[in-house]
């Protein structure tokens, strides 16, 4: 498999607070950005899954912070594949800036049809749910 370069966000001035820290909601919108770059790298952007009437909403979302961030540092963001299974898939997100874990995350999600029925990834995507075990494989080496 294709190795999967880490997404980068640097720290916008509006993103801070009055303390001059990294809003924590922030790091939620940069897991979904870092998400999107994840999945154009691996051949299945959102642009694709509009294409083919697939809906990807999230299930749930997870967020640890563990050092604060301020303006102007850059956020290095991996995506790894934790779980998949039926409908569902389980993503997680380790940030690092200055060469600490600043943030983990981990959101899952589902897939549907453009009617709301669900899409089970084996079965129905089959491609994607290649793409996304030949990840975890990767992972578990």
């Known amino acids: ?22 809003h924590h909601s922030n790091y939620i919108r940069f897991m979904e950005e870092a998400r999107t770059y994840f999945l154009e790298q691996i051949g299945w952007g959102y642009d694709r899954m509009e294409e083919e009437g697939i809906a990807s909403p ?11 961030t301020t303006y102007a540092d850059v956020i290095s963001i991996t995506v790894e594949v934790l779980e998949l299974k039926g409908v569902r898939v389980k993503l997680g997100y380790t940030m690092t800036a200055d060469g ?28 994607f749910s290649l793409a996304l075990k030949a990840l975890m494989e990767d992972g578990r080496k």
């Open 1 to 22: 498999m294709r190795e999967i370069k880490p997404y980068e966000h640097k720290v916008q001035y509006y993103e801070t607070d009055r303390m001059q820290i990294t």
């Open 58 to 68: 999230v299930l749930s979302v997870e967020c640890d912070y563990r050092h604060s």
């Open 100 to 127: 600490k874990t600043v943030c983990t995350g981990a959101t899952t999600h589902c897939f549907l049809r453009e009617n709301g029925r669900p899409l089970r990834i084996e079965r129905d995507l089959p491609e």
